[in-house]
């Protein structure tokens, strides 16, 4: 923190840098980050989440790709895979809007950009991406 002003010459900002609600909800976080299992549960339902929003995306015959790490995942529409940002840019774009749009009438709230990333947390259950997956099902069948 030496380096962070005023002490140092990085300067940092933020809406709820310091404040102190902010502050402990990140602690309590990290600290329920640290219990057995939780990287090990994010890791297993984001997989299950991109997977299974892939699998339906192709299966109705749209090119999809995409990945996740932990419990953070993204996907474009397009053959793939993307691997910088000169190839995501050839992403239909279009698409994912309507599919996004799509999913929001499903009840369902992404990320609505393909540039952005999705994250599941620790009180996503199997059924909730069941769900989710179905949701995107239905979806993929009408655009």
């Known amino acids: 923190m030496e380096v962070v002003a005023p002490a140092g010459p990085m300067y940092q900002a933020g809406t709820l840098s310091g ?3 902010a502050m402990t909800a990140g602690i309590k976080t990290l600290e329920i980050l640290q219990r057995p299992g939780s990287y090990e549960h994010l890791d297993k339902i984001t997989k299950k989440l991109i997977n299974g929003i892939l699998e339906a995306g192709r299966e109705a015959g749209h090119e999809v790709c995409g990945g996740s790490i932990s419990g953070m995942f993204g996907f474009f529409f397009c053959k ?7 190839e995501a ?9 309507k ?8 009840g369902v709230y992404l990320a609505p950009s393909q540039f952005e990333a999705g994250f599941t947390g620790l009180k996503h ?3 909730d991406i069941d769900d989710t997956i179905k949701a995107a099902k239905r979806v993929f069948a009408r655009i």
């Open 19 to 21: 404040n102190p609600l």
């Open 80 to 86: 793939g895979p993307v691997t910088n940002f000169k």
């Open 89 to 97: 840019m050839k992403a239909d774009t279009a698409k994912f809007a």
């Open 99 to 106: 599919w996004h749009r799509g999913m929001l009438e499903e």
């Open 125 to 127: 259950t199997d059924a």
